[in-house]
């Protein structure tokens, strides 16, 4: 599956954005998926996933309580909101997605198919 990330940008401290995760081609459903983030210099690092058909989610824990990760079955996308942002959030972000588990884990291993990023901004 092909995955098509979007939606970041330049936002100051404290505001909001949405990530949004989409394919062209087909379903994503029976895929577990996530949302991982890199830095410059750092490696990639997972920030939250998703179970299919979305009854269970976890978070790394620097978002949680501001991150919230969720899914339109129907329309096959994979959203991000991402709220009281702060600097340190500054990353290129990927969405990811794998079959062989209905829940993927927190290694970016774990996942087969990859969004190509979007970057987002928290300026101070």
């Known amino acids: 599956v092909q995955l098509q990330a979007y939606g970041g940008g330049l936002v100051q401290a404290g505001g909001s954005l949405r990530l949004s995760c989409g394919t062209s081609e087909g379903t994503l459903s029976y895929y577990g998926m996530a949302w991982f983030r890199q830095a410059i210099g750092q490696e990639r690092e997972f920030v939250a996933a998703?179970?299919?058909?979305?009854?269970?989610?976890r978070y790394t824990n620097s978002v949680k309580g501001r991150f919230i990760i969720s899914r339109d079955n129907v329309k096959h996308t994979l959203y991000l909101q991402m709220n009281g942002l702060k600097p340190e959030d500054t990353a290129v972000y990927f969405c990811a997605a794998d079959r062989s588990s209905s829940f993927g884990g927190t290694s970016p291993g774990e996942y087969r198919f990859w969004g190509q990023g979007t970057q987002v901004t928290v300026s101070s």
């Open positions: 998703i179970s299919w058909p979305g009854t269970k989610s």
